[in-house]
C-alpha cells in the first residue's frame, strides 16, 4: 500500500499580531514571549489509534505548533526523541499510530493563527481513572497519587521548564482528555466516574495554578457493541455527560465540555485493519476529527464574548 506524502509546513515560528483575533485579547502586561500550551491526556483512545499509512494523501502537519511528550511508563512513541520540545508529530504506542493530537495541534493553531501553541502530551493505555490517575486530595497528597497522575505531572511540569528555558512565558490555556473505558467494567469504579473526573479536573487545575483551564473530553464508547464489554458503560457516558458546563446537571463543572463521537469511525472501519473488530478505539478520520472538534470546543470558550 502506498503510503499518504505527510508534508510538514515550514512557516516560522513566532507571534503575530493580536488585533481582531477571537482569542481573549492580552493584557498589556502580557510578555512578547508569551506561549498558549494545551494539555493531552487519558488512556488508549488518548495515547491514539490512528494509522499514519491511513491519513489522507497530502496530510499537512503544521509545525508550527509546538509538542512534548513523555515516554514515561513505555506509554508512548516517536521517531521524534521523547522529553523535548519540537515540532508538531504523532507521539502514540509506536510511530505508526497517532491520537488527538494531530487535529487538534493543526486546528487550534489555524483558529489562533496569531497565538504561539504548545502541546504536552502524557497518556498511557488501559489505565483506570479512580486509582492509576488518582490525583489525591491536594498537591501535597502525593502519597495518594496513582502512577499514572505522578507520570503526568512531571511531564507537564518538564515541559513547562523547556519552554521556560527556550525563553517563553507558559499559559496552560486547556486541557484534551480521553478516557474512562478501564473505569466502565461495573461496579463502584463506574458509579464513581463523575465524582472521580470531577475531582481529578479540580486538581489538575490546582496542581498546575491553572483555575481558568478549560477542559474538554469526548464520550467513550459510543458503539453498543461495546455494551457487553463494559456492563458499567452508561454510568460513565452518564457520568460524561452531567459533568458538561452546560448539562444543567447539578453534577455540571464550570469551564467543562464534552465532545461527542457516536459519528466517528472506528478501529474496525479502518482500511486493511487488523482489528476488524474493535468498536472500542476511534480509527484514523475519527482520531482527526476527535482532535478537530476538541480544539472548536476550545475556540469557542476561549472567545471574547
Request: include cysteine; charged fraction near 20%.
Amino acid at each position: 500500500m502506498k503510503l499518504p506524502r505527510i508534508i510538514y509546513s515550514a512557516l516560522a515560528l513566532g507571534v503575530g499580531a493580536f488585533a481582531g483575533c477571537a482569542h481573549p485579547a492580552p493584557a498589556a502586561t502580557e510578555p512578547a514571549n508569551a506561549i498558549d500550551v494545551y494539555l493531552i491526556g487519558g488512556q488508549s483512545n488518548a495515547t491514539g489509534q490512528g494509522y499514519m499509512r491511513n491519513l489522507p494523501p497530502g496530510f499537512v502537519i503544521n509545525t508550527r505548533v509546538m509538542l512534548y511528550y513523555s515516554d514515561a511508563d513505555r506509554g508512548l512513541r516517536s521517531d521524534v526523541p521523547a522529553n523535548t520540545w519540537g515540532p508538531l508529530h504523532q507521539a502514540s504506542e509506536d510511530p505508526s499510530r497517532f491520537g488527538p493530537e494531530l487535529g487538534f495541534g493543526n486546528r487550534i493553531q489555524e483558529l489562533f493563527p496569531h497565538r504561539k501553541i504548545a502541546l504536552i502530551k502524557y497518556a498511557r493505555s488501559n489505565t483506570n481513572l479512580y486509582a492509576q490517575w488518582n490525583p489525591g486530595a491536594n498537591a501535597g497528597d502525593t502519597v495518594h497519587w496513582g502512577p499514572q497522575f505522578r507520570s503526568f505531572v512531571a511531564a507537564v511540569e518538564a515541559g513547562m521548564q523547556g519552554l521556560r528555558e527556550q525563553g517563553y512565558t507558559p499559559v496552560i490555556r486547556g486541557m484534551i482528555w480521553h478516557q474512562g473505558e478501564n473505569d466502565a467494567y461495573g461496579g463502584a469504579n463506574s458509579e464513581n466516574y463523575a465524582k472521580n473526573l470531577a475531582h481529578f479536573i479540580a486538581r489538575v487545575r490546582e496542581q498546575f495554578h491553572a483555575s481558568d483551564m478549560l477542559f474538554v473530553y469526548a464520550y467513550v464508547l459510543p458503539s453498543d457493541k461495546t455494551a457487553a464489554t463494559y456492563p458499567g458503560r452508561d454510568f460513565v457516558r452518564q457520568a460524561e455527560r452531567d459533568l458538561d458546563q452546560d448539562s444543567s446537571s447539578p453534577l455540571a463543572v464550570k469551564n467543562t465540555w464534552v465532545v461527542e463521537t457516536a459519528d466517528l469511525n472506528h478501529r474496525a472501519d479502518d482500511p486493511k485493519t487488523p482489528y476488524p473488530d474493535d468498536y472500542i478505539h476511534i480509527g484514523t478520520t475519527g482520531q482527526l476529527e476527535l482532535g478537530q472538534r476538541m480544539a472548536d470546543a476550545m475556540k469557542a470558550h476561549l472567545s471574547a464574548d
